[in-house]
């Protein structure tokens, strides 16, 4: 297996060269030159027999025509023109090679698929991500080699999450849905048809890759089932890997096969498999990301034993039902905890839920998330505001952020309504704080943090 | 059980008195005497010997002092003096009091509660809602008892769904969020404590209320558990009731006794009574409303038989695995479907999921659904977009309008994204068609959907 350092061309190029790049609006090379431009990266160079210049920068015929040692280029010509141009690329010894083009395996093209295949085991200098993909974004230099319009697709914010995508089309999907999220996404590669470059590599390389701390990633089927085992055994030791496996049954495993080529395999095997090397397995694209947005967040628990904080008893209620349907425990408070919680609020209920009663403010939660904290059978906090009384007051933001410098366990805040709660969460949100809307998906995602946490600790 | 009837001067009374209507801005009795002289009835008095008028409105001191006769009473002042003041509007003849106020059983004081059972008792003409709840909300005539600011909870659009809820807080919560979702409530009822009207008379009430036509319920635990399954199962076989249950777990049901005071019961009890009664229960509060919602608009399945379409491989093979994973089958489109459907699309995929492939226009999605519809192997229909690709244009939300007038299965069009994506989802919602943003949403609201299809086939 190649270095990972093998990788480093597609994240941080200096130099890029665009195969295809065009001067006709809405075509696939038009946009992947015109996202490239906006890249922290200062020489790009076209490549186009066709013109002289693309989108006035100047344009050259093929890749052995320039002078400068090109990191990276990305290939976007119908599929016949590919194994040419690649072998030109490797032959220039180019070090990273996305193709985007579409039209082999995934669409039983054999012959075109071969030239490809033998010209990776020909020059192995020369790493390539594809065919049948959009490639690589990274959000800290603003490299982009996907081709889809930004009034479509918005860039991801920064963030120190990682995303791996067999589907580049899903991908593309998520990416923009991740841009209108409170978190974001440090670096992503859509790797289609893995035919060098595959998920293994990719998970290597992000449990090397200092700025990234989770690992997401959207699998069909792994090209290489006991390398892919290796890897994320040993890179889930370092940093989280949360994985979505798309083609789970038996129905749906044959729907795989015609989609990316690869073989989706039992849904029992790859089950065994995450779960024997310490990937946390979502059920769904929403737990995907709020298992990793909260990998990104918080700390580890030390347990599972959660602690609702509330001001309103009904949602305490539902919320306690979804810690304990999650195989999560709700917590029992030290006497010494209730004893100074009393003292502070005599008429709130020091259960769990904690119930602060409806005129409650915001320093009586603070008071008690940091009591809370300090209680040693107390492993997470799950705390739930209702907004509606006007007890809670929306001046005072400073002190959510100070709170939670002052807090070390990993703690959620949830609550869900319109404009005025949508508000005051997304002020939460940059005081620190991890929030969700719903208690429903923070269990599951808790559940989730409970169970690496519990690996690691055996492994 | 009194008739229905007796409960209709809460929801559409000609004349409102407010004992405790109040002139100090921020007060419960001011919140609500606001949000009632917001409503289209024109006759509202408020009562409070404190004041000659409340809010520019001429003031009594007393409900006796009224020479109209009043529909509905809502009572909000110190629990002590509820029962005198409940005693008055029962001689005055009012027809419905919401008692807003709390401190009785719910905190276990004794005797006030029973001075009001006592007089519940002797006065039986009078319907009584509460006491420790926020009471009504009629969306087609915006009567309103509520007491919580507008600015914090905002008034839900207009719809066909009624909501029942035991606890007030949360439902003032959900209410707030629900005016925010493209859905709307007809009706709301927030019981509280359920010393007169309970669960079961808002069921059947609900029941024979021709502007309802699904039932949405939050329980902690019903009062009279038989009564509550005898009308339930009525009632069900007319229209839906999906139930959140507070307090599934044997840990939560002690919470739920501190709540409300009422017995929460086995959480298996509940699912039994629930299946038997034909009630469909919700898991979370978010599956609550989204059963809801689809319950609302789309006509019941004839089967569970769900063809996908998509313009995303990826998309398609995650929405499968929901949909198999939610006890529904991917249907199996008949040859002549297939035959017409790639006589107008050569390239794409007939299979389950439909890839119509990223280059496909909405025409494309229209001329598929309309096809798919007609199949008899087909019982519901599950459309996925990916909008990135520019094929999708913007300026035809006509033809979604037509197509969704001519397709008699239920459809859902999910997708999820930034700006782009939901403006557009919010449009084709408004042609007309259901929208989620997740397939795995949609998969958990359509197996009830489903299984309540079934339990109407077998009763």
Chains 1, 2 share one sequence.
Not at 69 to 89: H, N, Q, R, W, Y
Not at 336 to 344: E, Y
Request: aromatic letters at 8%; glycine letters at 6%; hydrophobic letters at 40%.
């Amino acid at each position: 297996m190649p270095s990972p350092k093998t990788l480093e061309p597609f994240f941080t190029p200096k130099t890029i060269a665009v195969i295809g790049a065009s001067n006709t609006v809405g075509k696939v090379g038009y946009n992947i030159f015109v996202n490239l431009k906006n890249s922290k990266v200062k020489k790009i160079f076209p490549i186009n027999p066709k013109y002289k210049k693309v989108q006035g920068v100047k344009a050259y015929s093929s890749i052995s025509e320039l002078k400068t040692k090109i990191d990276m280029t990305v290939i976007s010509i119908p599929a016949p023109f590919v194994p040419g141009a690649l072998e030109d690329c490797m032959k220039s010894k180019v070090k990273g090679v996305v193709i985007v083009s579409a039209g082999f395996s995934e669409v039983g093209e054999k012959k075109l698929t071969k030239q490809i295949a033998d010209l990776i085991k020909k020059y192995p200098k020369t790493r390539v991500i594809g065919p049948n993909c959009v490639g690589v974004i990274n959000t800290n230099n603003n490299v982009d080699t996907t081709f889809f319009e930004k009034s479509r697709m918005k860039a991801p914010k920064k963030g120190n999450l990682s995303f791996i995508s067999q589907s580049g089309a899903l991908a593309a999907m998520i990416i923009d849905w991740v841009s209108a999220q409170e978190f974001g996404i440090n670096k992503f590669v859509s790797y289609g048809n893995a035919m060098d470059v595959d998920e293994a590599d990719l998970l290597e390389y992000f449990g090397q890759d200092k700025e990234t701390k989770v690992i997401t990633v959207y699998l069909e089927g792994a090209r290489d089932g006991e390398k892919f085992y290796r890897v994320a055994k040993k890179v889930s030791k370092k940093k989280p890997i949360v994985v979505l496996k798309g083609g789970k049954n038996e129905q749906t495993r044959q729907a795989v096969a015609s989609h990316t080529g690869s073989l989706a395999g039992s849904a029992k095997v790859y089950e065994a498999v995450f779960k024997q090397s310490g990937i946390i397995e979502a059920d769904e694209i929403l737990d995907l990301f709020n298992i990793s947005k909260l990998l990104e967040k918080e700390t580890l628990p030390k347990g599972n034993r959660v602690q609702i904080i509330t001001n309103g008893g009904g949602l305490g209620l539902v919320a306690a039902d979804q810690v304990i349907s999650n195989d999560l425990k709700l917590s029992k408070l030290s006497k010494g905890t209730i004893k100074k919680l009393k003292k502070l609020m005599p008429k709130a209920i020091f259960e769990n839920p904690i119930d602060l009663l409806g005129d409650s403010t915001v320093e009586n939660y603070m008071d008690t998330i940091n009591l809370v904290n300090k209680d040693k059978n107390v492993d997470i906090i799950l705390v739930l505001i209702l907004f509606n009384p006007p007890t809670i007051k929306t001046n005072n933001i400073g002190i959510w952020r100070k709170t939670r410098k002052q807090v070390s366990k990993p703690t959620i805040v949830c609550s869900f309504g319109s404009e005025f709660t949508i508000n005051y969460m997304r002020k939460i949100e940059e005081a620190g704080f991890t929030t969700f809307k719903y208690p429903s998906l923070a269990a599951k995602a808790l559940k989730e943090l409970v169970e690496y946490s519990n690996y690691l600790k055996k492994n």
